[in-house]
């Protein structure tokens, strides 16, 4: 059983935000993407249906997903496409999910090898409701993408396991490229977006996964503009994101995908991610992308330190 409900978004107390933008108004020009609908999204979006397979790009109803797929990149999304967590912000479906698939780490990796992949992104809902809190599914499908895609560099962008070494120390032993955690908003705000949710313990989490996998796994965070953080309040959490050892950082506009979820409190202007972006860099992080239509996978293989990414266009 799921639902899509959001009539307190988050256990949010939404008043609490103050003047915030209305749900039906024309979004500033810097937010318009064309429809997608080009011949290799509609390839790609037939084998993943195909499949029976979830992807971010049309759970989260994410504004890159034509051009993503277009150019032959997208994110799989395994353990189902329902959510045990209730963020206000995100248009995954929450509720109680479905039986594990046992096989679905394999269909992935065999869709990682039709389409092609240099890189590519794994990620999952929460599911802590399962006793590993699903670190077994990225085992598996790290496993399957080495064996089935040698050539093909895998991202995982996880869940914070509940802050427990065990399931995150399952999944980083496999080595996989990149390490993604997303700590999303600024800690003030996580009462609001991310209720259930520690910014710190999210921090820790990346901590760890650099301590256990060293040199050979890249860190990397996201956080999104537009639910009332100050520029200060993103500094600082920048910050503290390079004291836990991140490398790369990712930073864009969130858009709400319906009325349930949580509003907009403003738009940030091109200029002033451009200004975010300088200033990350400044913190040391060694590889940024911030933008109005910046998502965490957005580009994924280009958003890499120098050195990953030579890997990644050598393979």
């Not at 991140?246 to 319906?258: C, E, M, S």
């Amino acid at each position: 059983m799921s639902t899509r409900s959001r009539a307190n978004p988050g256990g949010a107390r939404v008043l609490d935000m103050g003047e915030v933008r209305p749900f039906r108004e024309r979004k500033p020009p810097w937010l318009k993407v064309p429809a997608p609908g080009g011949p290799r999204y509609r390839e790609l979006k037939s084998l993943i249906d195909g499949q029976g397979l979830n992807t971010v790009c049309q759970e989260a109803a994410c504004p890159n997903v034509g051009e993503c797929w277009e150019r032959g990149t997208a994110t799989f999304m395994m353990l189902g496409d329902t959510c045990t967590r209730r963020c206000g912000f995100c248009n995954v479906k929450t509720g109680r999910p479905e039986a594990v698939d046992p096989l679905e780490p394999l269909r992935v990796a065999q869709s990682v090898k039709r389409m092609g992949l240099r890189h590519a992104v794994i990620t999952s809902v929460d599911r802590d409701d399962l006793p590993d809190l699903g670190a077994g599914a990225f085992v598996g499908v790290i496993r399957s993408i080495r064996r089935l895609a040698p050539g093909c560099k895998v991202e995982v962008l996880t869940p914070d396991f509940r802050g427990q070494e065990m399931p995150l120390a399952r999944v980083v032993t496999e080595r996989p490229d990149v390490f993604n955690h997303n700590v999303e908003t600024v800690p003030r705000l996580y009462p609001l977006a991310r209720r259930g949710s520690d910014f710190l313990r999210s921090c820790r989490v990346l901590r760890n996964a650099k301590e256990m996998g060293g040199p050979a796994v890249v860190t990397k965070s996201g956080l999104m503009t537009g639910l009332g953080e100050t520029k200060e309040e993103l500094l600082e959490a920048f910050g503290t994101l390079r004291e836990h050892g991140v490398q790369v950082l990712t930073v864009g506009q969130y858009l709400r995908p319906t009325e349930n979820h949580l509003p907009v409190v403003r738009y940030w202007h091109p200029d002033e991610f451009a200004a975010l972006e300088r200033a990350a860099y400044d913190l040391g992080f060694e590889s940024v992308a911030a933008g109005p239509l910046v998502r965490s996978s957005y580009h994924a293989d280009q958003n890499l330190p120098e050195g990953k990414r030579a890997e990644s266009l050598l393979a």
